[in-house]
């Protein structure tokens, strides 16, 4: 009896294996969603929607964003970590999620490196310091000289506390010793929509969030993050033209929740890795600002322990603490 007990046990484990590898080879059966941790309309969300729209084409199942904001992207990142882990539930999300805010809450409903599977960088890019036609500067030595006339009289946004565009703003005050006041939003959607009105001054931007203002004249670049001025707007000067040395940039990812199949993990990563060398899309982010850069899970993985040290000490460095928004 024993013995029949465990040979139908291993008759069940066998079917289990089966349905299971026949499953992961049929990926995608199905519609799959894909959770971005911000509103409609930021940079994030251009380029979830952009690999959204790819793999729907190219993987024969509809792809579809999912906007989860709120709580610094920790609202996002918990729905996608809480996800079932089976391919048909992805997450996009930038170094704020996986790097910067981890060191910057001291309590998160997820954590970085054990709730997720990397899958691939999607893009890079740097940012933009953008301020609404109405402040008169046109230069980063402008912009330092009239914040040093003006201490904390210049209104910042930024997409959430700890993003990109806060605590690379944050970083640009400690090394020019100006004074702005911070106005946290929840996306750069619509920290955006706010500074286009007027009612903050000044945001480090993403390009893909605000290029198209800036070409319609309805917000004004006044320099760039990168080390060298960037092919799409070569206009505009880079910050380190007047601090040598300030180099800053945006990745995007697209990750997993943890234990999603590492089948699944390659089919994906294979799919975005000849997404991000086709012309067509390699040209559709280029007109967003960005710059499409694929990579191994292992070496977004790598990148992802890599910058939360180096976030950890920027954040302790310039004492930047929780406020709970």
Same mark, same amino acid.
Request: proline letters at 6%; hydrophobic letters at 40%.
């Given at each position: 009896?024993?013995?029949?007990?465990?040979?139908?046990?291993?008759?069940?484990?066998?079917?289990?294996?089966?349905?299971?590898?026949?499953?992961?080879?049929?990926?995608?059966?199905?519609?799959?969603?894909?959770?971005?941790?911000?509103?409609?309309?930021?940079?994030?969300?251009?380029?979830?929607?952009?690999?959204?729209?790819?793999?729907?084409?190219?993987?024969?199942?509809?792809?579809?964003?999912?906007?989860?904001? #709120?709580?610094?992207? +920790?609202?996002?990142?918990?729905? *996608?970590? /809480?996800?079932?882990?089976?391919?048909?539930?992805?997450? @996009? !999300?930038?170094?704020?999620?996986?790097?910067?805010?981890?060191?910057?809450?001291?309590?998160?409903?997820?954590?970085?490196?054990?709730?997720?599977?990397?899958?691939?960088?999607?893009?890079?890019?740097?940012?933009?310091?953008?301020?609404?036609?109405?402040?008169?500067?046109?230069?980063?030595?402008?912009?330092?000289?009239?914040?040093?006339?003006?201490?904390?009289?210049?209104?910042?946004?930024?997409?959430?506390?700890?993003?990109?565009?806060?605590?690379?703003?944050?970083?640009?005050?400690?090394?020019?010793?100006?004074?702005?006041?911070?106005?946290?939003?929840?996306?750069?959607?619509?920290?955006?929509?706010?500074?286009?009105?007027?009612?903050?001054?000044?945001?480090?931007?993403?390009?893909?969030?605000?290029?198209?203002?800036?070409?319609? #004249?309805?917000?004004? +670049?006044?320099?760039?993050?990168? *080390?060298? /001025?960037?092919?799409?707007?070569?206009?505009?000067?880079? @910050? !380190?033209?007047?601090?040598?040395?300030?180099?800053?940039?945006?990745?995007?990812?697209?990750?997993?929740?943890?234990?999603?199949?590492?089948?699944?993990?390659?089919?994906?990563?294979?799919?975005?890795?000849?997404?991000?060398?086709?012309?067509?899309?390699?040209?559709?982010?280029?007109?967003?600002?960005?710059?499409?850069?694929?990579?191994?899970?292992?070496?977004?993985?790598?990148?992802?322990?890599?910058?939360?040290?180096?976030?950890?000490?920027?954040?302790?460095?310039?004492?930047?603490?929780?406020?709970?928004?």
């Amino acid at each position: 009896m024993r013995r029949h007990f465990v040979i139908l046990l291993l008759l069940l484990s066998c079917v289990s294996s089966a349905v299971a590898q026949q499953a992961t080879s049929n990926y995608p059966a199905k519609t799959v969603r894909v959770i971005v941790p911000y509103p409609p309309g930021g940079g994030n969300d251009i380029i979830g929607r952009a690999i959204a729209d790819e793999l729907t084409r190219r993987m024969g199942q509809t792809f579809f964003v999912d906007n989860r904001p #709120g709580g610094s992207t +920790a609202i996002g990142a918990e729905t *996608a970590a /809480r996800a079932p882990a089976d391919g048909y539930h992805l997450f @996009v !999300a930038s170094q704020t999620t996986f790097a910067t805010v981890p060191n910057f809450k001291t309590k998160l409903p997820y954590d970085p490196v054990r709730d997720f599977e990397p899958v691939s960088l999607l893009a890079i890019q740097p940012y933009l310091i953008v301020v609404h036609p109405s402040l008169p500067v046109r230069t980063v030595k402008e912009l330092i000289a009239m914040a040093k006339a003006q201490p904390g009289k210049i209104l910042y946004a930024s997409a959430s506390v700890g993003s990109g565009s806060h605590l690379f703003t944050e970083m640009f005050k400690s090394q020019t010793g100006i004074d702005m006041l911070h106005i946290p939003y929840k996306g750069s959607g619509p920290a955006v929509t706010d500074l286009l009105g007027g009612q903050v001054s000044l945001m480090f931007s993403t390009a893909g969030s605000v290029v198209t203002q800036i070409n319609a #004249g309805k917000l004004r +670049a006044v320099a760039i993050t990168s *080390a060298r /001025r960037h092919v799409t707007l070569p206009q505009v000067a880079t @910050v !380190a033209e007047t601090i040598p040395g300030f180099e800053i940039s945006q990745w995007i990812a697209m990750h997993a929740p943890r234990a999603t199949p590492r089948e699944v993990i390659e089919r994906l990563n294979g799919a975005v890795t000849v997404i991000s060398q086709s012309k067509g899309y390699r040209e559709r982010m280029l007109a967003q600002g960005y710059d499409a850069e694929a990579s191994t899970p292992q070496q977004l993985a790598a990148r992802i322990v890599s910058e939360l040290a180096r976030f950890g000490k920027l954040i302790k460095a310039i004492g930047l603490k929780d406020d709970g928004v």
